[in-house]
């Protein structure tokens, strides 16, 4: 297992070097749809990381969000997201990263996040700990809501009907702050290191969260869905916390939900 993890840290510092290098250009923007954008860089990232893992592993199965990977028979397959964070690149904000991630039979093995802006790689082996830069990382030791900064994100339609809106605002009322700094990947880093102490989000694809959801497991944190069932990496809404304030996040939600105002 080592061996796969050490070959994605240096995939992913190459993409990531990569990116550095373009975030200092002018960017080339096109649009998926209304307001999901993809850069020149989003597609360059993608083909060196599928180039590098198919001549490592050339029988892994590979899901890679701009279209550039193929599934296999191997019971080994890669989640890549060679930028995640795009409109905050595209805009000019240093908040973006390259993640990657390995699943056995389904079920998320190693993964890295690499923020090469500022130097940050976060790694994690399942069964092994989680490490930012090589220094292992915990979750927050914050024990109520009262004393929380937590996180989430949006997809890029959301509007004022999205019931993210609502849990938004209800958890803006009760911690110290809510933030969306747009990249699911780092969110995710964030909770695993103890700068949030929670973090959800409601429509994420698995690459956005394959490699952060094993950090914050294996930094002492928990994962489930919004109802505080099992998380399961294919189906929509992921929740983390540092376990402590789980539950009563796990109220909130379930509260916000019960009264929601009929629109
Ligand atoms: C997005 C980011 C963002 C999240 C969106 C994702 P992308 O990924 O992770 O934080 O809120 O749901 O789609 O498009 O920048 O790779
Ligand atoms: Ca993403
Ligand atoms: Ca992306």
Redesign the pocket.
């Known amino acids: 297992m080592e061996n796969y993890l050490n070959t994605a840290v240096d995939i992913a510092r190459e993409a990531g070097a990569l990116l550095a290098q373009l975030f200092k250009r002018p960017k080339e923007i096109s649009y998926k749809s209304r307001s999901?954008?993809?850069t020149d860089a989003?597609r360059r990232s993608e083909a060196l990381i599928v180039e590098r893992l198919r001549s490592h592993f050339p029988k892994h199965g590979i899901v890679a969000?701009e279209g550039g990977g193929g599934q296999t028979e191997s019971d080994y397959c890669w989640y890549v997201?060679p930028?995640?964070?795009?409109?905050?690149?595209a805009h000019g904000f240093p908040v973006?990263c390259v993640t990657l991630a390995l699943a056995y039979r389904g079920e998320v093995v190693a993964g890295v996040v690499y923020d090469s802006i500022h130097e940050e790689l976060f790694t994690a082996e399942r069964g092994a700990g989680a490490y930012l830069n090589n220094q292992r990382i915990r979750v927050s030791k914050a024990a109520t809501l009262a004393e929380c900064l937590v996180a989430?994100?949006?997809?890029?339609f959301a509007d004022n009907h999205d019931l993210n809106i609502e849990y938004y605002y209800r958890f803006t009322q009760l911690c110290h702050g809510v933030r969306?700094?747009?990249?699911?990947?780092?969110?995710l880093c964030s909770v695993a290191a103890g700068r949030f102490d929670g973090f959800w989000?409601l429509?994420?694809?698995p690459?956005?969260k394959a490699a952060g959801t094993l950090l914050v497991t294996e930094a002492g944190g928990r994962v489930s869905n919004l109802d505080g069932g099992p998380f399961e990496l294919l189906a929509d809404p992921v929740f983390v916390s540092n376990g402590l304030v789980h539950d009563a996040m796990l109220a909130v939600f379930a509260d916000v939900l019960k009264n929601r105002v009929k629109r």
Do not use: I
């Open positions: 999901d954008l993809v989003d969000e997201d930028l995640d964070g795009t409109t905050n690149f973006f989430t994100g949006f997809p890029p969306r700094a747009g990249s699911a990947a780092l969110d989000e429509k994420l694809n690459w956005d």
